[in-house]
């Protein structure tokens, strides 16, 4: 089974962020990491390689910073990998899209996986747009996975309050998932070495015959601008055991509700 | 002319979903005109449902969708869109439009702005989203000529009141020259729990700030003392340290409690969305930019593992 992995370099979620006058992304002192919910869709593409002698092949769209992720895919057990060089944070989702789905047309997929969404602007869509570029059916939110059968494969769709969905998939198809399905592996350091030697080849929107036209935006951010204030909790001062106390006491007295 | 808003009504073993009321809100927001399409297994009363909340009503019958798949839906909900053309599709940022917005916005070569907490129409569809970890707000406009697309973040629009029950047209047709690739073979219920955290009247949650599991009893020893149950976020529960049915938020339960103790939680939305209408709601995190302390009354910014210890001795002390 041929199995590609979509990965996303984002912001560091714990970064600072601040505008600069036009209302753009202040760059400068952003750090980039390999979205988390990726490395979900590279544990269980290596796992359902494992088990059926396939093979993974990493792919990502977006500028030097992005290489990290794919030589950590490569490390944990990817075999190969695709950068797809293209400033990503100027794409839509459709447009991303595009690019994914000409680096992986000639590639014989049979499933194509990817993080349920990207924990910068976490719009979850590239997942459903790849697939319909590419032809492929799909499901989303995938916390389980069956062994391929008779070219279907079974997955476990969460829905709201705790219940599930089992799903039947004619393959080839794009699965998106979500976390808690399994537990990443560390890459080891034969792993991280082993990486080196692999294949990351890269290519441009040019070369995969993408033009312009194909990449036009459908949707337009207006602006981007720091939320509402909203009105913040009272915050309790003094040492933990005085707030402690304090706490206890609007508790008991104040709400009532001790 | 009128600018129609459809909606895409959501529901599950014959029972709509009450976010479709929120979606009819939405879709007053962005159209002189509403729709429900509902597209359900036949002698579904899903239409009826939601006949109240909008304007006109498009029915799909058919025993392929009984159960929705992407699939199904795509085909019966492209076919109504090129014969009428609406301005706009709203779908709610859940399991069904996460899934189904994506593919028809490809299928309608249209674009689509997703988990919205506001819409307008302003030379299009334009949406305003959170991004960055609600660090900013973005406003976005759909800019393709076909309909435009947004999902809605469940509880940003107020439910929509019931007024007269609009009219059911029928598209029987819209299904025609389906062929599934994807099918629903069995919808599992979450088990019943040994005690429900939905019935406490006192929760305490411990989030990603404990660290590690075997921090994890730290967040029960503070429910005993202060007469809760323990409950957690996703991220606690993903590493498997605590059972799913503790798991508070949009893919867990939804407490009500008259107490709110969240220990260590930052207050992704997909939490806050499944407790913020608490009574009382306490966040201890030592970051004071955490977006929890947005929705807390009572804030502690200091290190939990100081704090929790400092709590349980104040309550015990009396």
């Known amino acids: 089974m041929r199995i590609a992995v979509c990965m996303k370099a984002v912001v560091d979620p714990q970064a600072h962020i601040e505008l600069d006058a036009e209302g753009r992304l202040r760059a400068e002192n952003l750090s980039y990491e390999v979205n988390e919910y990726d490395l979900y869709a590279v544990e269980e593409a290596i796992r359902l390689a494992d088990a059926s002698e396939g093979e993974v092949t990493a792919i990502t769209v977006g500028t030097a910073g992005a290489v990290q992720g794919l030589r950590k895919g490569l490390a944990m057990g990817a075999e190969t990998a695709i950068h797809v060089d293209c400033d990503a944070d100027r794409l839509d989702a459709h447009a991303t899209a595009a690019l994914l789905a000409a680096a992986l047309a000639e590639g014989n997929f049979n499933l194509v996986m990817a993080g349920v969404e990207s924990d910068d602007v976490g719009a979850s869509q590239v997942g459903g747009l790849l697939a319909e570029a590419l032809g492929f059916a799909s499901t989303t939110l995938v916390v389980g996975t069956s062994r391929v059968a008779d070219g279907k494969m079974t997955v476990r769709r969460e829905l709201e309050g705790g219940d599930h969905a089992q799903v039947e998939i004619e393959l080839p198809a794009v699965l998106t998932i979500q976390s808690g399905i399994n537990e990443p592996r560390y890459p080891s350091l034969r792993g991280i070495m082993a990486a080196k030697r692999k294949e990351l080849r890269v290519v441009t929107p040019t070369d995969l015959g993408v033009s312009d036209e194909a990449m036009a935006p459908r949707v337009e951010t207006l602006r981007l601008a720091p939320p509402a204030a909203r009105e913040r909790a009272r915050i309790i001062e003094g040492t933990a055991s005085e707030a402690a106390a304090e706490l206890v006491r609007i508790l008991r007295h104040e709400e009532k509700v001790l | ?318």
Request: net charge negative; charged share 20%; glycine share 10%.
């Open chain 2, 1 to 318: 002319m009128n600018r129609s808003a459809w909606i895409i009504a959501e529901h599950q073993e014959g029972q709509l979903h009450r976010g479709a009321a929120e979606l009819a809100t939405a879709a007053r927001a962005v159209g002189d005109e509403t729709v429900a399409v509902v597209c359900a297994g036949v002698g579904s009363e899903v239409a009826a449902q939601v006949a109240p909340f909008v304007d006109r009503v498009l029915l799909v019958e058919d025993e392929a969708l009984a159960g929705y798949t992407a699939g199904g839906y795509t085909h019966a909900i492209v076919a109504l869109a090129n014969a009428h053309s609406p301005a706009a599709i709203l779908l709610s940022h859940a399991p069904l439009g996460r899934d189904l917005g994506p593919i028809l916005a490809a299928r309608l070569a249209t674009g689509m702005i997703s988990d919205c907490l506001a819409l307008e129409w302003e030379d299009g569809l334009v949406g305003t989203r959170s991004v960055y970890r609600r660090k900013l707000v973005s406003r976005e406009r759909v800019l393709a000529a076909g309909p435009a697309i947004a999902t809605v973040q469940r509880g940003a629009f107020l439910a929509a009141s019931p007024a007269d029950a609009a009219p059911v047209e029928r598209a029987d047709g819209a299904l025609q020259g389906f062929s599934a690739r994807t099918r629903l073979v069995s919808i599992d219920h979450a088990a019943p729990s040994e005690e429900d955290i939905t019935d406490a009247k006192i929760v305490v949650a411990g989030g990603r700030g404990l660290g590690d599991a075997g921090q994890f009893p730290l967040v029960q020893e503070l429910a005993k003392a202060i007469g809760g149950v323990m409950a957690a976020s996703r991220p606690v529960v993903d590493q498997g340290w605590v059972p799913h049915d503790r798991q508070v938020g949009s893919s867990g339960r939804t407490v009500r409690p008259q107490l709110y103790v969240a220990v260590g939680v930052s207050g992704a939305i997909q939490h806050i969305v499944g407790m913020r209408e608490s009574d009382v709601i306490v966040a201890i995190n030592k970051d004071a930019q955490a977006p929890i302390f947005e929705y807390a009354h009572y804030g502690i910014v200091d290190d939990l593992f100081k704090v929790v210890p400092a709590l349980i001795e104040a309550l015990q002390a009396e």
